[in-house]
C-alpha cells in the first residue's frame, strides 16, 4: 500500500519514474510510445525485445524506481497484446482520457505526467 493515494503524480516522484522510462526508451531497452502516470498506478503502451523480456524489463524499471524512489509497487502488472494499428490508436486515445474521467483535468493536453518520446509523430 502507497503511503498515500498519490504517491505517482508528485513533484520528484513522477518526474522520476517519466524520467526511467524515457531512459529505458532511449537506451532501447523498450520502446516506448506512451507512459501516463495517474495518481496511484500508470499505463503504458510500449514494445519490450524478447530477450530478457516483459516481466524482467518491467522487474528491473521498478526495483530501480523503488530504490530511488521509495514507490512501493504493486507486485506484478497487467498486460494487453495490441494487434493492429486501429487497437494501437484505440488504446493511446482511452489511455490519454484517463485523467479527465477522472475529474483531474479538463483536456488531455492539460495533463502533465506524460511520457511521449518525440521519434514518432
Known sequence: QP???????RAGVGDAVLAAAAFNHERMAWHCRLMLLMPDHLH???A???????KT???LW???LAHREDIRWQRDF???RL???????????YVLMNPVRRG???RVEDWPWVYRPHDRP
Not at 519490450?48 to 516483459?54: D, K, L, S, Y
Not at 494487434?83 to 486515445?93: A, I, S, T
Request: proline residues 5%.
Open 3 to 9: 503511503r498515500d493515494a498519490n504517491h505517482l503524480c
Open 44 to 46: 503504458a503502451i510500449m
Open 48 to 54: 519490450v525485445p524478447r530477450e530478457p523480456g516483459m
Open 57 to 59: 524489463t518491467i522487474a
Open 62 to 64: 521498478k526495483k530501480f
Open 78 to 80: 497487467f498486460d494487453h
Open 83 to 93: 494487434r493492429n494499428h486501429h487497437e494501437l490508436e484505440e488504446k493511446m486515445c
Open 104 to 106: 483531474l483535468c479538463e
